[in-house]
């Protein structure tokens, strides 16, 4: 059973920066392409952020500019970099191991128990 820690939540003022972490015990990390997930109150859960197995990124239009994955195969690891928080990137955080539909991904239905991130104006 593939296990994912995140970790790295908080509370940051409006325009501040967090990274999150994700330590995973995926088999072959290295070749696993991740996201990160987040859900607000009420809402659905939504897909931030993306990594290839080559490091080839992919954001919501969101999180454009503002966010940076990356990943560390060495330590089974993978980063969110979030700057210029804004009050609606509140919410809870996620990292999953996805697969590739056509131009989307998709989870493949392993998640970690999420880090709460809120933003206060």
């Known amino acids: 059973q593939v296990q994912l820690v995140e970790s790295g939540g908080g509370l940051v003022q409006a325009g501040g920066s967090l990274r999150l972490s994700c330590v995973t015990s995926v088999s072959f990390f290295s070749i696993q392409p991740m996201g990160w997930y987040r859900q607000a109150p009420g809402k659905q859960r939504e897909l931030v952020a993306t990594i290839t197995s080559g490091s080839t990124t992919d954001y919501a239009e969101s999180a454009k500019g503002r966010f940076t994955i990356s990943r560390d195969n060495a330590k089974n690891t993978v980063y969110l970099q979030m700057n210029s928080l804004k009050p609606e990137d509140t919410a809870v955080y996620y990292c999953?191991?996805?697969?590739?539909?056509?131009?989307?991904?998709?989870?493949?239905?392993?998640w970690g128990q999420g880090t709460q991130i809120t933003v206060s104006s």
């Open positions: 999953a191991t996805v697969l590739k539909g056509g131009s989307s991904y998709f989870s493949t239905g392993s």
